[in-house]
């Protein structure tokens, strides 16, 4: 089985918390988020389609230095078939497995957990349910991202929620406080970082300002309240747990 690769990064210490992982980027998105960076990989035709034993094979080249491969996009779930025989592969590796998605595929979600092929899962949240459509830049069907959010909390895996907040579009105390209304019970919430380096879909925000940490330290404090297990990922610091409610900023 085939997949449509953007490309693979030997190594990485930041794509899976506390672990060394590679990463395979796969190409193709079905959502076209406005503060998306990873243009390549929802436009264009600048990928290579590889065999999943190829994948496999480069994979093994590094196995002995890494834990782990993290899996992601673009997004992953769309490539069903070949994502399944992947991360078989990478289990019989023994080799932990983590997904990035955007929640949109439920089934598929469930049918790797099922499997016991993913070790853990990472899920964005574009926005409060109000904002979704702007953020995620298609009509979303909101119920098929909750349905994703009830398989995870009803499976073992470990996962995570994550914003990435965009100035002036969903950074907002209200809109944080939306958000957790949206994604309450969960493991654990990440706010990180809005960066724009290398362009974005929507031209005009590749002038916005790079989220500041204090501002996300400030937001990560109003999830927090709400009893949520809370991080920040920024350039500048990486991840950090929000310990505490802070009373004043
Ligand atoms: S940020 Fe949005 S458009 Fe970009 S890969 Fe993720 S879901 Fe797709």
Redesign the pocket.
């Known amino acids: 089985m085939k997949v449509r690769v953007g490309g693979i990064l030997d190594m990485s210490t930041i794509d899976y918390s506390g672990k060394i992982s590679s990463v395979i980027f796969f190409h193709g ?1 079905n ?3 406005p503060f ?1 960076y ?1 243009i390549a ?2 436009e264009g035709n600048d990928y290579q389609e590889l065999e999943t034993t190829e994948v496999i094979e480069k994979i093994k080249k590094h196995k002995n230095f890494i834990d782990a491969v993290t899996i992601t ?3 992953p779930t769309l490539q069903i078939e070949g994502l399944k025989e992947l991360c078989e592969g990478l289990k019989s590796m023994k080799l932990l497995v983590k997904l990035d998605t ?1 929640g949109y595929r439920p089934d598929v979600v469930k049918k790797l957990l099922d499997d016991n092929l993913l070790d853990f899962v990472s899920v ?1 949240i574009k926005a409060s349910s109000d904002k979704y459509n702007e953020l995620a ?1 298609i009509n979303c069907d909101l119920t098929r991202i909750k349905h994703t959010l009830e398989v995870l909390r009803n499976s073992e895996v470990d996962y995570e929620l994550r914003t990435t907040i965009v100035p002036g579009a969903n950074d907002s105390e209200e809109d944080i406080r939306k958000v957790c209304d949206f994604i309450k019970p969960t493991k654990a919430y990440v706010l990180q970082q809005f960066r724009h380096e290398g362009g974005t ?1 929507d031209k005009s925000l590749s002038n916005t300002p790079k989220m500041e940490r204090v501002k996300l330290l400030k937001l990560a404090n109003v999830a927090k309240k709400q009893g949520l297990k809370v991080k920040i990922r920024t350039e500048e610091e990486g991840e950090e747990i929000i310990k505490e409610c802070l009373e004043t900023f």
């Open positions: 998105c959502f076209r988020c998306c990873n990989l929802v996009g673009g997004e955007n964005d830049g879909l």
